[in-house]
């Protein structure tokens, strides 16, 4: 008990600090949304992450660090927790902003009050749980990220997340004949949702691309009619 307590003081000092520098950040509290890197905008409803939400990546890690990449280099102070594989390197190789940004690699079995801490100070915080969330800390989470004005990216599922964007297929590229090294991943990134986020989408993404870079993808030949699939709700 005293671990998690130490734990979640440590939190709250480090978010009073980020407080101060979050007032003079580029991305302003009253805009609507939070922005997103280009590749991704035709994913979501608004273009962006809106605020008061709650995005859920399912196990895709690195897909949940491509949504913060554009609200981190806008300026953003963001946060990750039970991300243990998330380190500085590994944040600024997928865009992240190292200097705006809170790693929190194992939260503690008091993790949701470590995440409601972290959205006080932090417009977006990037989330792995333990387990499957019960419904009450689901709620309590959701109402802090309402009253915060924040964005809460999930890499699990997430029962009643405004918005679900999941790969439905990849396949990597660099390996030709048997031999070479692997060096970009083109995946099928499907987002749907709740409200206006419940017309299904589908966009072909590099994830990473060659430069590690998360850009747009061209459809694979003859893949017209998966896309169709998507539009229609049964992709």
Do not use: F, K
């Not at 990449?69 to 946060?79: I, L, N």
């Not at 749980?129 to 990220?145: D, F, K, Q, S």
């Amino acid at each position: 008990m005293g671990a998690e307590v130490a734990q979640v003081t440590r939190v709250t000092q480090a978010v009073q600090a980020t407080e101060l520098s979050w007032r003079h950040g580029d991305v302003l509290p009253g805009e609507a949304s939070l922005p997103v890197l280009p590749a991704l905008r035709e994913l979501l409803p608004a273009g962006g992450l809106a605020r008061g939400s709650v995005i859920a990546t399912g196990n895709w890690g690195l897909l949940c660090l491509a949504l913060a990449a554009g609200a981190s280099a806008a300026g953003t102070w963001c946060a990750a927790a039970g991300l243990p594989e998330l380190g500085v390197v590994a944040a600024a190789d997928a865009g992240l902003n190292p200097d705006r940004l809170l790693l929190i690699a194992d939260p503690g079995p008091g993790w949701p009050q470590v995440v409601a801490s972290l959205l006080d100070g932090c417009e977006l915080v990037l989330l792995r749980p333990p387990g499957r969330p019960p419904a009450p800390v689901r709620r309590r989470l959701e109402a802090t990220v309402r009253r915060c004005g924040g964005v809460l990216v999930v890499a699990a599922d997430w029962d009643g997340a405004q918005a679900r964007l999941t790969v439905a297929r990849q396949e990597w590229t660099g390996i030709g004949a048997g031999h070479g090294r692997l060096r970009a991943r083109r995946v099928q990134v499907v987002a749907d949702g709740r409200g206006s986020a419940a017309r299904p989408r589908a966009r072909w993404l590099w994830l990473p691309g060659p430069d590690g870079s998360v850009t747009a993808a061209g459809d694979p030949p003859g893949d017209v009619a998966g896309l169709a699939g998507v539009a229609g709700g049964t992709g």
